[in-house]
């Protein structure tokens, strides 16, 4: 008798969750994973199969910008059932064949970012204004879309260098930014300079705080805007989709601080890094930025909110670096539901790699969510 209990109090219950799975939808849930090194493929496919397992749908992939390497990863990811996106910087670029060093963009001191790079020896910025690194980005996206294998590309590093740092960045690189300076500040380049000049007969050279002359700002990110719009019609020719990572806003961040107008681009989807510690933000912060990016497109394509993962939780307290702030297990389930009540399509990790069990165990609960009928 007491096992007959045992027995019907446990078909009960599963009877109970499966129920409760019916009604119940997971959110869509992207990845930003890099590779492959040294990976074999039997240590990728068991890479992948795990994602899939713990929720994720597809990869935002940085694999470099050799389609064959695409074509290889591609194939498991597929195998392992998620989308598969190759994600490669826009305008950061080392010198290499198809590139002019006079093509690198230049700041209001009159320095090149190939040779004087602002805060970090990798940001070797290209001027989005020259004809060749729009031929040059175009050629290498269009040949990676081509890979059967992919689904899209993913833009990132589509920007000018942050003529502001993000206010959680100050004291890791011992910087006030209470306004915009010359050494951080570009493209001051010959060619943006006279084009400029032509446009709007100001000579921006002789002009004292440049930041003042709203023109200015405009001309610029209508440079990124029109490249990106460019690059769109050239992969779609592919048949494949285009997105981008870009800044929280646009208005209240992205546009101030690098120059995104991102709700002016045509992409397919955009990947707001929504990264509250960043900015010295809570994870209900990140509901607030869902909100502007949404209204800001017209909910005419897909937002899915990036998310910034701490990668050692007990840490974080002492951990100076920001580079290792981000989401504690505690915070994940609200900067999730933040972004999904404020009109995101799904969301998107930086990085699996970097979630604790801890983490994992807070995701479940925060993915599944009641069906709505539409
Ligand atoms: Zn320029």
Redesign the pocket.
């Known amino acids: 008798m007491r096992w007959a209990f045992i027995f019907l109090s446990f078909l009960f219950f599963a009877f109970q969750s499966c129920q409760q799975k019916e009604t119940m939808k997971k959110i869509p849930v992207y990845g930003w994973v890099s590779g492959p090194g040294e990976a074999t493929d039997a240590e990728l496919m068991e890479q992948f199969a795990g994602l899939k397992a713990k929720g994720i749908d597809g990869l935002m992939y940085n694999g470099g910008q050799d389609p064959a390497t695409y074509a290889r990863v591609g194939k498991l990811v597929k195998e392992a059932g998620m989308e598969f996106h190759a994600w490669i910087p826009t305008m950061v670029q080392t010198m290499k064949p198809g590139l002019d060093s006079s093509w690198y ?2 700041n209001g001191k009159g320095e090149s970012a190939l040779t004087h790079p602002a805060y970090v020896d990798y940001y070797k910025f290209l ?1 989005p ?1 020259y004809e060749g690194v729009y031929q040059f980005l175009s050629n290498m996206y269009t040949s990676v879309a081509k890979v059967d294998e992919i689904d899209g590309v993913h833009l990132d590093y589509i920007r000018f260098p942050d003529v502001i740092l993000a206010r959680g960045l100050w004291d890791k690189y011992g910087l006030v930014m209470d306004r915009e300076y010359p050494e951080y500040d570009y ?1 001051y ?1 010959d ?2 300079v006279s084009d400029f000049k032509e446009k709007s007969g100001i000579d921006i050279r002789e002009v004292e705080d440049p930041s003042t002359v709203q023109e200015w700002k405009q001309f610029r990110y209508d440079l990124i805007t029109n490249l990106v719009n460019r690059l769109v019609e050239d992969v779609h020719k592919t048949g494949k989709e285009i997105n981008a990572a870009v800044f929280p806003g646009p208005n209240s961040v992205a546009k101030k601080i690098v120059r995104q107008e991102w709700d002016k681009w045509k992409l397919d989807a955009f990947y707001p890094m929504n990264y509250n510690d960043f900015y010295l933000k809570g994870p209900e912060w990140v509901g607030d930025v869902t909100k502007e990016g949404v209204e800001a497109i017209n909910d005419r394509v897909p937002i899915y909110s990036g998310l910034f993962i701490c990668p050692r939780p007990e840490k974080k307290g002492s951990e100076k670096d920001p580079e290792n702030h981000g989401l504690l297990p505690e915070e994940i389930g609200t900067a999730i539901q933040a972004s999904m009540d404020n009109g995101a399509a799904g969301i998107c990790l930086f990085t699996p790699g970097r979630m604790t069990d801890a983490h994992w165990e807070a995701f479940e609960k925060a993915i599944w969510v009641e069906d709505k009928p539409n």
């Open positions: 963009g230049v001027c204004n493209c380049c060619k943006c």
